[in-house]
């Protein structure tokens, strides 16, 4: 779970990096980035559509980031609670 969590962690750091990149050079493909958008997103070369699809894209990083933190979180609390785990907290404090 420590391993799962960790990926996530490091993708959504990466494709946020990404994405910080793409906004600053102004370019979004989406053919490159092997990502599912809509034809009607792709075809339609307005301000607005790069903007959409950039919004996807700092969507999808953010949640993958969240989530890695999120599962993170939970494996150290249950680790916390564990009593055969080294890291036991015997106190019983739960905060």
Same mark, same amino acid.
């Given at each position: 779970?420590?391993?799962?969590?960790?990926?996530?962690?490091?993708?959504?750091?990466?494709?946020?990096?990404?994405?910080?990149?793409?906004?600053?050079?102004? +370019?979004?493909?989406?053919?490159? *980035?092997?990502?599912?958008?809509?034809?009607? !997103?792709? /075809?339609?070369?307005?301000?607005? #559509?790069? +903007?959409?699809?950039?919004?996807? *894209?700092?969507?999808?990083?953010?949640?993958? !980031?969240? /989530?890695?933190?999120?599962?993170? #979180?939970?494996?150290?609390?249950?680790?916390?609670?564990?009593?055969?785990?080294?890291?036991?907290?015997?106190?019983?404090?739960?905060?």
């Amino acid at each position: 779970m420590r391993t799962f969590s960790f990926l996530l962690i490091a993708l959504g750091i990466a494709s946020v990096g990404i994405n910080g990149y793409d906004e600053y050079c102004s +370019r979004f493909d989406p053919k490159e *980035q092997h990502i599912l958008v809509s034809d009607s !997103l792709i /075809s339609n070369k307005s301000g607005s #559509s790069f +903007r959409d699809a950039m919004a996807l *894209q700092w969507f999808g990083s953010v949640c993958m !980031l969240g /989530s890695g933190i999120a599962v993170f #979180s939970v494996w150290r609390r249950q680790e916390r609670l564990d009593p055969l785990s080294p890291e036991y907290d015997w106190n019983g404090d739960d905060s």
